[in-house]
């Protein structure tokens, strides 16, 4: 496996293991663009179009904030991610653009779950399957797969933050129950 890509084993039930892929997935925190103001719109493409393609464009951790303001400006070339300061993905080609046609804008970032949307997520490919026990006798163990988007993210740490993530769900939920009587 390379080094964004990572295979855990969780002993118990699906239903343990199942929690904690879901909580790779929905509770690691992440900035992605929120809002794109376009000044000079020249190209083929739609203001809309073009703010959907760079608000699910994945940056590398700490090289925005929420409080980011990223400018972009190209003009008679493709739009790559290179373009984009703090992409984490520099040879993507975000928009195809044609000799004479301009982009000018600037991207407002904000923080997030992949509960709240998906261009928030750091983890893809998550999956999970059963692995063979030692014996009948063994709790059911089950392997759970995933890739880091970016290569700045280390998948140990991800894994680490996504259970701290559950643990605090589960305070949470046992608090409630508490409180409730």
Known sequence: MDRRRWRVVVDGEPS??????????????????????IDVNTS???DEYIAQRLGLLPFRRGAVTAASCVPLRVRGRPVRGSDVDGAAHPDAELLPMGH?????????????????????ARAVAVGMRPVEG???ADPPRHAIDFEALTDDDCPRAMWSEALDALDALLSRA???VRRRG
């Open 44 to 46: 083929a493409h739609t």
């Open 134 to 136: 030692g014996g009948e």
């Open 100 to 120: 004479g046609q301009e982009v000018a804008l600037r991207m407002r970032f904000a923080e997030g779950t992949g509960a709240t949307h998906a261009r928030f």
């Open 174 to 176: 046992e608090e409630e």
């Open 16 to 37: 343990r293991a199942n929690a904690a892929r879901r909580a790779l997935i929905s509770s690691l925190r992440s900035v992605a663009p929120d809002r794109v103001e």
